[in-house]
DNA sequence: AATATAGTCTATAGAACTAATAGACTATAT
DNA sequence: ATATAGTCTATTAGTTCTATAGACTATATT
C-alpha cells in the first residue's frame, strides 16, 4: 500500500496539473477541494517543493503551482519521494538496495527473481502514469459514463 | 515492502518444497539452516498451518510438511495471507475494499485506474510465482552460473 | 511604512504496526 | 516414564505513519 502522504500528493498534484499555467493555487482550496487535512498537505507540498516539482509564491496572490509539465511528472518519482522504493524486496531495488542477510546466493535467488519482475512491470506503468495520462484518463471515463 | 514475515514464510516454503514427500522438518533445522529467529518463525508456521498449506507432526520424528502440492502454492496467496492486500490503493483491492474518503467519483478516477493496472499485473505474476516455479527457477539459474 | 496574506520551519504526539522474545503448556513416539 | 517437539498467550521495544501546533518569514498592496 502507498502511504497517504503519497495519495494526497498525487491528488493535490492532478489538480494543481489541471490548472496548469493557471497562476498559484492556495494550499487551503487545495485541501478544502481535495479534502486533505490543510496543515498535513503543507508538509507534502513542501517536500514537492524541494523536489523541483513545484514552486511557490508568498503573500497575496500567491499559492503553489507546478514548475515541472504535467508529461514530466510520473507516479514513480512521486512514490519513490515519499514511500522510497517500489519493489517488493530490498534486493530488488535500484536506488534503496540492500541484501538480504539470510540469502546464500543472490545471484540463484528464484525468490529475487519473481520480485524483480514485479518491480519491472510495475515502474514500467507508474512511469507510463503521468499527472497529463491520468487527467487524460479521467476524460475518457467521463465519456464513457454519459 | 513486503514484511519479513512473508520474506521468511517464503524462504521456509521454498525449503519445505524441496523436501515434499520427505517427511517432517524440524522448526530448529529450517531456523538454522534459513537464518530465521527461531521463535519468530515458530508463529510463522504455525500461521502456515492454519491456513492449511502447512500440517505438523508433535513428538519425536515430527516437525512441518508441506499440505498442498508445490505447485498449489503461490506467492500472492502467502502475502495477502501475512501482509493483507496486494494493490497500492484500498479502493483496487479484492478482497480488502475500501473507499477512499476524499474520492469524487470512483469510477471516473485516473488514480484509480492506474492502479488498477498495476495491481492486476502484480497479482498475475505472483499467482504464476508457485513453490515449484520458484525452485524451477532456481535450477536454471544455477545451470547458467556454471 | 503598515498590514493582511500566505508559505516555512521545528517540534511534538498519539496510534498503529513490526519484529521478536519469554515461558508455560500440550501432544506424541519410543 | 521421558524426551521430543509443536502450541498458545502475553508482552515489549522500536519504528513508522498521520496529523497538529505554533512561531516565524516573505510578499503584495494600500
Redesign the pocket.
Same mark, same amino acid.
Given at each position: 500500500? #502507498? !502511504? *497517504? +502522504?503519497?495519495? &494526497?500528493a498525487i491528488i493535490a498534484l492532478v489538480k494543481l496539473a489541471r490548472e496548469y499555467n493557471k497562476g %498559484? #493555487? @492556495? #494550499?487551503?482550496?487545495i485541501a478544502e477541494s481535495e479534502k #486533505? %487535512?490543510? +496543515?498535513?498537505?503543507?508538509?507534502i @507540498? !513542501?517536500d514537492l517543493?524541494?523536489a523541483g516539482i513545484l514552486? !511557490? +509564491? +508568498? $503573500? *497575496? /496572490? /500567491? /499559492? &503553489?503551482y507546478l514548475l515541472k509539465s504535467p508529461d514530466e511528472v510520473n507516479l514513480a518519482t512521486i512514490i519513490r519521494l515519499?514511500? $522510497?522504493a517500489i519493489a517488493l524486496l530490498p534486493c530488488v531495488t535500484y536506488q534503496y538496495y540492500e541484501r538480504c542477510e539470510e540469502c546464500k546466493d543472490e545471484e540463484t535467488c528464484g525468490i529475487r527473481e519473481v520480485f524483480k519482475e514485479v518491480r519491472d512491470e510495475t515502474v514500467e506503468l507508474l512511469k507510463a502514469a503521468t499527472l497529463s495520462e491520468i487527467i487524460r484518463r479521467e476524460s475518457k471515463l467521463e465519456k464513457k459514463k454519459r
Open positions: 500500500m #502507498i !502511504s *497517504k +502522504k503519497v495519495k &494526497y %498559484p #493555487i @492556495l #494550499i487551503r482550496d #486533505i %487535512p490543510q +496543515k498535513f498537505l503543507e508538509t @507540498l !513542501s517543493k524541494h514552486a !511557490s +509564491k +508568498k $503573500g *497575496k /496572490g /500567491g /499559492g &503553489y515519499f514511500d $522510497g
